[in-house]
C-alpha cells in the first residue's frame, strides 16, 4: 500500500522567511512519480511540480526548490522568501509509474500561512 | 487551452435529493479522475476511467454513488439519495498518462453542501 505523509499540519512564518514543508512517502513499487499540488484559498489544486522516482536531481524553479532523497523516502518543498501569496495548504502525492494504476495517494496536506 | 470544467461550482441540496456533478476534462486526456475532499478523510479518490471505462471505482462510498462517462469529454457523478455527511469539494481531474504528461490536472471543484 501506498502513503505519504506530511508531518507538518500548520506553519505559520513572516513575509521574507524561507519554509519548508516536508514530505515522506512509502511505496513498495520501484517505480513511481511524486507530485507537489498547491490548494490557495479559493480552493483549487494547482499542480507545482512531478518527479519521477529514477530522477533524484533536486530542481529549482523561481523561490520553489524540491529536494528529493530516495534513501529517505523524502521529497521536501522549500519556498525562498516567502510571501503572502504562498498562503495556501500544499499537499505532497504519489502515484504508480506505469502499470494501470494511477490512484493518487494524497498526503494530508500542510497549511502554510505568510503573515506580512 | 480549457482546464478541467466542472459545474456546478456550488450545490446545495436537502437530504433525500439527487445530486449531478458534471466534469468535462481537457480535451485529448484518456483518464478521468473523481476525488472527495473532507476535513476529515482529505483527499480521496472515488473513481477514475480511461477511455470512458470505469477502471477502478473501490473508492465509492455506497450504492447511492454512481459515476457514467458517456464519451472522451463528458463525466457525471451523481449521488442519490443525498445524505449529509456527503457535504465536501469534489475534484474532477484528468490526465494523459503514458506520456511525459501523465500528471493529473484538477478542475475548480463543486462544493456540495446538503442539508
Known amino acids: 500500500a501506498q502513503k505519504v505523509t506530511q508531518a507538518q499540519t500548520e506553519i505559520s512564518v513572516v513575509e521574507k522567511e524561507d519554509v519548508t514543508l516536508d514530505c515522506v512517502y512509502e511505496t513498495r513499487d520501484t517505480t513511481y512519480y511524486l507530485f507537489w499540488y498547491k490548494q490557495p484559498p479559493s480552493g483549487e489544486l494547482v499542480f507545482l511540480i512531478r518527479r519521477n522516482s529514477f530522477d533524484e536531481q533536486n530542481e529549482i524553479s523561481g523561490r520553489y526548490s524540491w529536494n528529493f532523497q530516495k534513501s529517505t523516502s523524502s521529497f521536501n518543498f522549500t519556498i525562498t522568501a516567502s510571501q503572502v501569496v504562498d498562503s495556501a495548504v500544499y499537499f505532497c502525492?504519489?502515484?504508480?509509474?506505469?502499470?494501470?494504476?494511477?490512484?493518487?495517494?494524497f498526503g494530508k496536506g500542510t497549511l502554510l500561512t505568510v503573515n506580512p | 487551452d480549457a482546464g478541467v470544467i466542472q459545474s456546478p461550482r456550488h450545490e446545495v441540496t436537502e437530504m433525500g435529493q439527487e445530486v449531478t456533478l458534471r466534469c468535462k476534462p481537457i480535451?485529448?486526456?484518456?483518464?478521468l479522475f473523481w476525488y472527495r475532499q473532507t476535513m476529515m478523510r482529505g483527499l480521496e479518490l472515488l473513481i477514475y476511467?480511461?477511455?470512458?471505462?470505469?477502471?477502478?471505482d473501490s473508492g465509492m462510498p455506497e450504492d447511492r454513488f454512481s459515476a457514467k462517462m458517456p464519451n472522451a469529454s463528458f463525466s457525471t457523478l451523481k449521488i442519490q439519495p443525498s445524505e449529509p455527511r456527503d457535504s465536501a469539494v469534489y475534484f474532477c481531474?484528468?490526465?494523459?498518462?503514458?506520456?511525459?504528461?501523465?500528471?493529473?490536472?484538477f478542475g475548480p471543484g463543486t462544493r456540495l453542501t446538503v442539508l
Open positions: 502525492a504519489l502515484t504508480r509509474s506505469g502499470g494501470s494504476n494511477y490512484k493518487l495517494t
Open positions: 480535451s485529448g486526456h484518456d483518464y
Open positions: 476511467f480511461n477511455n470512458n471505462v470505469p477502471i477502478d
Open positions: 481531474a484528468s490526465s494523459l498518462i503514458g506520456t511525459s504528461m501523465d500528471t493529473q490536472y
